[in-house]
């Protein structure tokens, strides 16, 4: 984990002068037991700068992504990685591992690496590196956003382009520059700020379905998302703004299963498509993407591949639809429970379980070849 010394921009002057100017009347701040400052989103962009090459990962595979979901590039998005990010070692070595499996199979799949700092609960727990990066309670939010960036920087100067889920409004003005492919999850896709939000992001933006299933909300949100909106926020300064947007047209559907089932199969995913394209929508979007793990896997390891397995099957026979896949793997295997970096194994989820290392080499050399067949079904 980092340093003493790397906990982000420095604050002091921030710190006087909020403490100089903070007023609390009686009927403000009730249940607040403490207000920490943290510096704007420009003072850790100039600590920790998006350097040209990195830059040209960026715009490159936003591009190619919003390629591959409008049915001009016939690869397959792959979008891999980690649950959730806890141990900065840990991410670069599975990045470095990534990004050479990455090169060799570009000619089929486009891998994005999977670098999520946030955790929505469903009642508590513990809510990602930038919220808690010490996992010991003392969450210091300031060294949480700093290692999150510089994450995505060491992800970045290997080649490999970065995925994550936006879940607090806030967090985008400081990463956002460093991401080429966003998620709205199950639980934020009906949220009317996160559809604000996805209408004024830069890069493509996944709905996931609803965790009762519902794809309709999720389509809703794309349909409202591709609109302007005008909406309360901060700029790089930390100056809280009107933000007035231009509408996302790269917002799309994720399947990932529910409470009650999956639904990566086939009938679900043309009913999706079908209800997709509603009256009035016109989207160059072509196909969705289908979440490997969560519902559709019950959080089983050995069923998230089985999944893989059989969407590799049905791309190699030719099915449309389906232009995207997502799978959560990490070094080793499995899962733990939270705790301490120095007492947890290197390499293993401490949220949702993860595929190991090998077995996702292996289904990611199966799914370029699912597309390198269904090319040959493509030509028959």
């Not at 080649?159 to 967090?171: F, K, M, N, R, Y």
């Not at 979007?285 to 069923?303: C, F, M, R, Y």
Request: proline fraction near 6%.
């Amino acid at each position: 984990m980092a340093g003493p010394g790397m906990r982000g921009p420095d604050s002091s002057e921030d710190d006087r002068l909020f403490k100089a100017s903070a007023v609390f009347p009686e009927t403000v701040d009730v249940n607040i037991r403490q207000l920490d400052p943290i510096p704007a989103p420009r003072a850790f962009l100039k600590e920790l700068p998006l350097h040209d090459t990195m830059r040209d990962v960026v715009l490159q595979s936003r591009q190619a992504i919003r390629d591959i979901l409008g049915g001009g590039d016939d690869r397959l998005l792959v979008i891999v990685g980690p649950c959730s990010i806890h141990d900065p070692r840990a991410a670069k070595e599975y990045a470095d591992r990534l990004a050479r499996v990455s090169r060799a199979l570009s000619d089929r799949l486009l891998i994005v690496m999977r670098v999520y700092f946030e955790k929505p609960r469903t009642t508590v727990g513990w809510k990602g590196l930038i919220n808690d990066p010490d996992l010991d309670g003392h969450f210091d939010i300031r060294k949480g956003m700093w290692l999150a960036r510089k994450v995505l920087c060491d992800v970045l100067s290997t080649g490999l382009p970065t995925a994550t889920e936006w879940l607090d409004p806030v967090t985008p003005q400081y990463l956002c520059d460093l991401i080429s492919w966003g998620a709205i999850g199950a639980r934020n896709t009906e949220s009317q700020v996160h559809r604000e939000l996805a209408s004024g992001l830069s890069m493509p933006i996944g709905f996931k379905n609803a965790t009762d299933g519902s794809v309709s909300v999720a389509a809703d949100s794309c349909y409202a998302a591709s609109f302007e909106h005008h909406f309360l926020s901060i700029n790089l300064d930390g100056r809280v703004i009107s933000a007035q947007t231009a509408g996302n047209p790269y917002c799309h559907l994720v399947l990932r299963g529910s409470n009650h089932g999956p639904n990566y199969d086939a009938d679900s995913v043309r009913d999706a498509m079908r209800g997709w394209h509603r009256d009035g929508f016109h989207t160059p979007v072509t196909g969705l993407i289908v979440d490997a793990a969560h519902g559709n896997s019950g959080k089983d390891v050995e069923q998230e591949t089985r999944v893989v397995e059989e969407l590799a099957s049905r791309l190699a026979a030719g099915e449309r639809g389906i232009v995207g896949v997502m799978m959560e793997s990490f070094l080793v295997g499995g899962r733990q429970d939270p705790a301490p970096v120095d007492r947890l194994v290197y390499g293993q989820s401490i949220t949702d379980p993860c595929i190991a290392w090998e077995q996702t080499e292996t289904l990611l050399g199966m799914l370029a070849d699912a597309v390198a067949r269904r090319r040959g079904v493509a030509l028959s």
